[in-house]
């Protein structure tokens, strides 16, 4: 289901001349990724507080994707777990956030942002195919027209984390030592 899920997701157009009515935003796309993410990744013990506490995604340097992400979220759950989602800005601090969207992956803000997250239980996203390489653990890519992601199996370890294989399943490219 899920997979059916993403890849209808990411199957969508994000063409630009909005010729189509059914044509989803990239930023919509995304959103709906970062919300799926955090049922298939798995956090280390004492992640959470309780077992109610909220997943947090962060997004920085992406207010419209915050924003489209917030509507995406209110009201739903991951499990058991309440969806927050809160804006990070000038690389603020990161206490409590379990999914981390940095938009720009290459201004001063990003750097300290992938520096700090860096060895924390926290899914790093970003986007564009330098986004693996400065430093995510996931990063979306448009591919034919359809936004995609990549996965670096060796961030995700760094930050102590799993995974599922149906994730990995359905990822653009999958990077790294396989778990």
Known sequence: MFAAGLLAA????TGSDGARATEISQQQVEAAYLYKFGGYVTWPDKTFAAPDSPIVIGVAQADALAEELTALVTGHTIGNRPVVVRHIHDGGPLTGV???FIGDGKSAE???LFEVS???PIL???EGADGLAAGGAVSFVVVDDRVRFDVSLDAVQQNGLKLSALLLSVAHSVNGAKP
Request: hydrophobic share 45%; charged share 20%; aromatic share 0%.
């Open 10 to 13: 990411g199957a969508a157009t």
């Open 98 to 100: 379990n999914i981390l």
């Open 110 to 112: 990003a750097d300290t």
């Open 118 to 120: 860096r060895g924390k």
């Open 124 to 126: 790093v996203v970003t």
